[in-house]
């Protein structure tokens, strides 16, 4: 006889159970098909034939679907060679446009702090080459901050957290962020968002207040300055029209 009740954890007692003959083998299968009205089939063929629907429940979507970005990127990388020009030592590493793809370069490449100086990374928008010269940049400008005396912890945070609200959509006026530069120098370090419209005084000062808050900067000061100046200044000399 086979007991299919159980006592304990408050179910069935013993005397209230119903009890099935055991016989052969084969007997028990057809007991079971009656009992439980379904087709029984012999462990192995399940095994090797398991049915549509029950590979189909075991999927998690979740874990095998991908989260999409509301723009493609691409990152590029420039190391100084005084034998090339300036474009020459710009190099298009690769383009992401799903979480899970970011995640997958952001690991795998070095992190600013490891860079050598005269390296710069820079991420944007598919189609946008990262110079001043670029249609899409031409008209625009940069909020810069300045890594300087920091830990590498802290700049590497900094690129982080910007990247992640660039790619994000985090700011209000997302539509003007062209991408984001690091730029490693023996001075200082400078962190920059590209927006495409430096006459947009709205937006880019929207931009700049977010990049501060979502940041945490604090007391750290951001200039913004407009890329035609810094085509024809240099370095501390460029103008900085805006500061927060």
């Known amino acids: 006889m086979v007991f299919t009740g159980y006592e304990g954890f408050g179910c069935q007692r013993p005397e209230d ?6 016989g052969e083998h084969a007997d028990w299968e057809q007991n079971l ?27 998690d979507y979740d874990l095998a679907m991908k989260h999409p970005l509301e723009h493609t990127w691409t990152l590029w990388h420039w190391e ?7 474009s020459d030592m710009l190099s298009d590493v690769t383009s ?3 979480v899970e793809d970011f995640f997958s370069v952001y690991y795998f490449i070095k992190p600013p702090s490891d860079l050598k100086v005269y390296n710069d990374y820079m991420v944007f928008k598919q189609g946008v080459r990262p110079m001043w010269e670029d249609d899409f940049n031409k008209e625009g400008g940069r909020w810069i901050m300045l890594l300087d005396k920091v830990s590498k912890t802290f700049i590497d ?8 609200c660039t790619i994000g959509e985090c700011f209000e006026y997302s539509e003007q962020i062209c991408g984001v530069v690091i730029n490693v120098r023996n001075k200082a370090n400078k962190l920059s968002l590209w927006t495409k419209d430096s006459r947009n005084v709205q937006a880019v000062l929207a931009i700049g207040n977010q990049m501060k808050q979502m940041l945490q900067l604090g007391e750290l000061e ?19 029209i805006y500061k927060l």
Do not use: C
């Open 96 to 98: 992401f446009n799903t």
């Open 222 to 240: 951001i200039q913004y300055q407009v890329h035609k100046d810094a085509m024809v200044q240099h370095g501390p000399n460029v103008n900085a």
């Open 33 to 59: 098909t009656m009992y439980g009205d379904v087709d029984l089939m012999p462990a192995k063929e399940q095994e090797l034939h398991p049915s549509l629907n029950r590979v189909m429940s075991l999927i």
């Open 80 to 86: 100084n060679d005084r034998t090339k020009s300036w």
């Open 157 to 164: 945070k900094m690129w982080h957290d910007l990247l992640l």
């Open 17 to 22: 159970s119903e009890w099935l003959p055991y």
